[in-house]
């Protein structure tokens, strides 16, 4: 809306802005725009490794369903194996596991991950929505801090706290097998946050929503450190773009981290 208005534009065309969730953007802009520029989508595929051949990355690919019941003692065989002129590895919280398993790719490379579960909860018993805008209080250690959002319902949203998770071997973590359950019990350390910016929060008046798990390259009391872009230029091997770290705002910026990775790494 704001380039429009620079232009001119503001005054004279009905502009309708729409919310829109992840689902909608994957669908209406990415996919539907990258098929029609020639980009095949492949669902139910696992990417389950790679080796280094002339300074370039083969990938192991091989169907998700034979991966069901693998604990990870013995090795995986590809069922295909592809050699792109570009990989970008935005596994999300797999990408550093999945690394580990490009045969030739130097460990040192790959940073260690920690992971943050983020909890939200919901408003129920409530009528009227007592709020007009998101709430955002002091960051806390790891995140953001317990603040307040709106969905696209009008539902109001408290979250995401910080749970980190210990524990998590590589193979759990490839296969992503993370506990994305939302405990009851936690709603009480949910209340004393959310009553210093709403007083009002009455007992009882939190349900559980959901969580998703921050992919982190810094633990507990550590100094935050920020996400990595890794290029050939850090690791050494061409056509290979290692994405590390990728949390919010992952999703918003992702057409920008997108045109970066064309722009910088891609050679035709
Ligand atoms: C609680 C919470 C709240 C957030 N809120 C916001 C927000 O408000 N705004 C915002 O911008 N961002 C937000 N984020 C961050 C955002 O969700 C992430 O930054 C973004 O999803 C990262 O995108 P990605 O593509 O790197 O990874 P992901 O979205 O995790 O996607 C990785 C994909 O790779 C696939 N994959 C994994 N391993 C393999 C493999 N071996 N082979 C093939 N495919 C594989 C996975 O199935 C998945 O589809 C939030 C995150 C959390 C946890």
């Known amino acids: 809306m704001e380039s429009s208005a620079n232009i001119g534009f503001y005054q004279f065309v009905p502009i309708e802005l729409e919310l829109l969730t992840d689902r909608d953007i994957t669908h209406m802009w990415t996919q539907g725009e990258a098929e029609n520029h020639g980009a095949t989508f492949s669902y139910n595929t696992t990417v389950i490794g790679g080796h280094i051949e002339e300074n370039r990355l083969s990938l192991h ?3 998700t369903k034979h991966l069901e019941n693998w604990n990870g003692k013995f090795p995986l065989q590809p069922e ?52 007009k805008h998101l709430i955002y209080p002091i960051p806390e250690d790891g995140g ?15 979250g995401p706290n910080v749970e980190w998770i210990d524990g998590i071997d590589d193979v759990s973590s490839f296969l992503n097998k993370f506990d994305y359950s939302v405990c009851t019990n936690r709603a009480k350390l949910f209340y004393p946050e ?15 929503g959901y969580a998703g798990i921050r992919p982190k390259l810094s633990g507990p009391r550590q100094s935050p450190v920020d996400f990595v872009i890794q290029g050939e230029d850090i690791h050494g091997i061409t056509g290979l773009v290692n994405l590390f770290g990728i949390e919010s705002p992952g999703l918003t910026s992702s057409m920008g981290v997108a045109e970066h990775i064309a722009t910088r790494f891609f050679r035709c």
């Open 194 to 208: 959310i009553r210093k910016y709403y007083p009002n929060l009455k007992d009882g008046s939190l349900d559980p």
């Open 80 to 131: 295909m194996v592809l050699i792109p002129k570009l990989v970008v590895n935005s596994a999300g919280l797999s990408a550093p596991v999945l690394a580990k398993r490009f045969d030739g790719l130097r460990s040192a490379v790959i940073p260690p991950t920690y992971y943050a579960r983020g909890c939200y909860f919901t408003l129920s018993n409530t009528t009227i929505c007592p709020f």
């Open 61 to 63: 690919i091989s169907e």
């Open 144 to 158: 953001l801090g317990v603040h307040v959002t709106l969905d696209l319902n009008g539902q109001v949203k408290f």
